[in-house]
């Protein structure tokens, strides 16, 4: 979240330097007073906000999207497929559309489902395939299941497990008092910082069977604990 914080910052200094030398020309070049040159200044900057906006949310789509999350919808239909036929009656399996656009298909599904918003275990796979570490990110209402994802999730050589107490993980958990947020992360050199890269990306391309495996085996012996 501070990269892409830090990503808007460098985009307003550079439109405001730009905008900035743009109006300089027009003061030099044009009989426009400064009043007015600032007041274009600030329409621009609007305009160009605006376009960008627009690229963000009605733009061309990545066509790369092995990590976000083409590896999240294998994941939850490979633990529909795993799952013994006389526990599939004790799961719901639900693909959440518009994550990126506003969390908008999981909060109206939480709208339309209130007893599951506030009581339910939902746990939502989210760019789970280019990294090493598998995030469980858990928040105060359900550090309750800590004890059962670690004996569900064992590290193996492949896979490491990391179930963090107080994260936050910006994906369609967070709509529900009970969501789990479930993502692979890269471990840095650098003090060992958990990072994740390449989505939204043309390198977005890196698709690590084995985390599949990891958390289908992992799903359906949670399930069955559960």
Not at 133 to 145: E, G, P, V
Request: hydrophobic share 45%; with cysteine.
């Amino acid at each position: 979240m501070l990269y892409q914080f830090l990503i808007v910052g460098a985009f307003f200094v550079l439109t405001f330097f730009v905008l900035g030398k743009f109006v300089g020309f027009l003061l030099r070049f044009t009989p426009v007073d400064e009043s007015t040159g600032y007041l274009i200044m600030s329409f621009s900057l609007q305009i160009v906000c605006f376009a960008f906006l627009f690229l963000l949310l009605g733009g061309p789509a990545n066509k790369n999207t092995a990590n976000d999350n083409t590896s999240g919808v294998t994941t939850v239909l490979d633990i529909l497929q795993a799952l013994p036929q006389d526990q599939k009656d004790n799961v719901a399996f639900v693909l959440f559309d518009l994550e990126e656009e506003g969390l908008f298909g999981s909060s109206s599904f939480a709208y339309k489902h209130k007893a599951v918003k506030k009581n339910t275990l939902v746990i939502n796979f989210d760019c789970v395939s280019d990294g090493e570490t598998i995030l469980f990110s858990l928040k105060r209402s359900t550090k309750k299941y800590a004890e059962l994802l670690e004996r569900a999730f064992v590290p193996t050589t492949d896979v490491a497990v990391d179930i963090t107490r107080n994260a936050f993980y910006p994906s369609d958990n967070v709509s529900f008092r009970g969501g789990i947020g479930v993502a692979a992360l890269k471990r840095s050199k650098f003090c060992g910082i958990l990072y994740m890269d390449r989505i939204h990306t043309k390198r977005d391309v890196i698709y690590r069977r084995e985390n599949i495996r990891f958390l289908t085996d992992g799903a359906v012996k949670l399930a069955q604990l559960l």
